[in-house]
């Protein structure tokens, strides 16, 4: 199964990934850098800035910078991941930053209620910028 997650809300978009590797498909993730992530931008960057910088360098947790390791750090929070079929699950996610030569040609599903389109606001910020703050390239 294939995703495009141009102008998908990262949450709904991720929920419905991990239920579908949690049925034992495999599914990836293209243009994961355009998903969005609603609210005030400055609040949305003070809370990924928050997770980043948590924790000891050395012993973690660490968070990652990469717009399509956020991606599957997304999903990975909506996977029970400390039991084994979880992490058997999150196996079957892969996440790209842009289209890979290998999916060019076919086509993306569609997730319902997960577009952009039905936030009544204006609010939201990409996956890139997050990323290009973080310190991602």
């Not at 997650?5 to 495999?26: C, P, S, W």
């Not at 997770?51 to 050395?58: H, N, S």
């Not at 079957?92 to 030569?101: E, F, G, K, L």
Request: a positive charge; glycine letters at 6%.
């Amino acid at each position: 199964m294939i995703i495009d997650a141009t102008d998908k809300i990262l949450g709904r978009m991720a929920t419905f990934v991990a239920k579908k590797a949690l049925q034992g498909e495999k599914v990836e993730v293209i243009n994961s850098e355009k998903a969005v992530v609603t609210g005030d931008k400055s609040q949305v960057l003070a809370k990924f800035k928050q997770r980043k910088d948590r924790g000891i360098p050395l012993k973690g947790p660490y968070y990652p910078k990469k717009s399509e390791a956020i991606v599957r750090r997304a999903i990975r929070g909506m996977l029970p991941f400390k039991r084994s079929k979880g992490r058997e699950a999150f196996k079957n996610v892969v996440c790209y930053a842009s289209v890979p030569d290998h999916l060019k040609d076919k086509k993306p599903e569609e997730i319902k209620n997960a577009n952009i389109d039905k936030v009544p606001n204006l609010r939201y910020i990409t996956i890139e910028r997050i990323s290009q703050y973080l310190g991602g390239k």
